[in-house]
């Protein structure tokens, strides 16, 4: 692989392009000479989202890019979409970083609201979350549970390496479900490690083994300071 040119970064459900893992992939990036892109999933509207818009979204990203190759870092929900967008875009995204990917949306959301949930969120047309990026209660739509459930990622083909990191606390996506899914794809590379979703205590590591993934190590971030 050569150095990649350029990053687009999908942040998660509920999150926003200013979460503390975007600006930290940002400012290391920037670092190095390497400019980053971070759709906001919450536009036009956070309560009509669906995982199609989501993808649209990045690829799109993907096509604006100003240097190749592209590379997709996905955090949470965004590392099924970023999945979703390789897929879509094979001539220039050429490799993936997953943060504790939800490759399984649609059937998490049903594992943890239970079908009562599921059902009134169908009833209601609306589902109550707290949204981290704007520190409120939001509501979403059905739709987006509808869409999920269409885009899970466990049959899709992976052509690209995929960089893999996901906590054995995670309290929001199941570890057993991101191991399964890289043991069906080779080009998948699992590093488990000793965190919650956020993989907050893990960024330093995560930060250094994604620059050397991206061939941007320190002897680049010298050259270009």
């Known amino acids: 692989m050569t150095r990649v040119g350029h990053v687009v970064y999908l942040h998660g459900f509920a999150s926003s392009p200013g979460s503390t893992k975007a600006q930290v992939f940002r400012r290391e990036l920037a670092a190095r000479g ?8 919450n536009e036009p509207s956070f309560e009509t989202l669906t995982i199609a818009r989501m993808v649209e979204q990045a690829c799109r990203a993907v096509d604006d890019a100003p ?13 099924l979409v970023a999945v979703h967008a390789a897929a879509s875009r094979p001539a220039r995204v050429d490799r993936l970083v997953l943060l ?3 490759l399984d ?23 109550r979350v707290y949204h ?24 899709l083909p992976l052509a690209v390496p995929a960089l893999v990191f996901q906590g054995r606390r995670d309290e929001s996506v199941d570890p057993a479900v991101v191991e399964r899914w890289t043991r069906t794809h080779p080009l998948a590379d699992l590093r488990l490690v000793d965190d919650g979703h956020t993989l907050v205590d893990s960024m ?19 050259g270009s300071s």
């Open 34 to 41: 390497v400019g980053l892109t971070c759709p906001d999933f």
């Open 67 to 79: 240097a190749l190759p592209v590379a997709l870092i996905g955090s949470s929900l965004g590392g």
């Open 100 to 102: 504790a990917p939800a």
């Open 105 to 127: 949306f649609g059937a998490n959301r049903l594992r943890k609201l239970g079908r009562d949930g599921i059902e009134a969120w169908r009833q209601t047309g609306r589902l």
């Open 132 to 155: 981290y990026g704007d520190k409120t209660e939001r509501d979403v739509g059905f739709a987006l549970y509808e869409d999920a459930v269409s885009h899970d990622a466990s049959t």
């Open 204 to 222: 330093p590591a995560i930060v250094d083994a994604t620059m050397g993934f991206f061939e941007l190590g320190d002897a680049e971030r010298r």
